[in-house]
């Protein structure tokens, strides 16, 4: 598998903090304090929607979406897990998922169109990405 | 496999119109003529999230979400897809597909949460489950 003409949308690159490369997936950490957010983008170029990719690769991105719903589990209680793939605004595809909390700014609504994001403080998120990070076996 | 304990939500129920029982899925369609839109509940009593599934049963899954793609393709030609586990309101494991066109009375914005159902007349949601059913190979 060769990720080399792979290049992250630019927009989802300014929403977002680098969290790690997965086999297959860039996992990325939407820079949005309201929710704890993952986000992952298949290292395929001129991928738009899930069947796009060939049925081993979507195995694999099933996976990782297992792995991130464990990881924001651990690294965020939550009462509800949102996996979503839209693209209705960046193509390029990418897969949500979201811990949501009943008490949160969206809920039950789903986050997308939910209004403009809150940033994370700079320290706040390097802890975050660094939470993930270290249990992103 | 055995669904013999599953009860599909009432609320769901309530939503849609049966198309099939797939191998793991029922398949429903949505109620609302806004959008083409088919939801997938696998058939097993006491799922809540994706991971909920072994994963025989979410490779299954997965490849159910593609036949329900490419099924709305064939029947409601569209711009983009849009795959999504949320459950907040109905926390019975169910997946939305939903074809999309930048025309559509939610664009850019997700269907979920873009107000009320607008309901089907009766003849015309029959004909489109049956394209559905012509189908459902």
Redesign the interface.
């Known amino acids: 598998m060769n990720g080399a003409d792979f290049t992250l949308d630019p927009r989802l690159a300014a929403d977002t903090a680098l969290v790690a490369d997965w086999a297959l997936s860039r996992v990325l950490l939407m820079d949005d304090a309201r929710f704890p957010w993952l986000i992952l983008v298949p290292r395929r170029a001129g991928l738009?929607?899930?069947?796009d990719l060939g049925s081993l690769e979507?195995?694999q991105l099933?996976d990782e979406?297992?792995r991130a719903?464990?990881l924001l589990r651990e690294v965020a209680p939550c009462d509800?897990?949102?996996?979503?793939?839209?693209?209705?605004?960046v193509?390029q595809l990418h897969v949500h998922v979201v811990a949501?909390r009943e008490s949160d700014a969206a809920?039950?609504?789903?986050v997308?169109?939910s209004g403009a994001a809150m940033r994370y403080e700079a320290s706040t998120r390097e802890a975050l990405v660094g939470q993930f990070r270290g249990r992103s076996w």
């Open positions: 738009v929607e899930l069947d979507q195995a099933l979406i297992n719903m464990a509800k897990l949102n996996v979503g793939a839209l693209g209705n605004s193509r949501r809920w039950s609504g789903p997308w169109g």
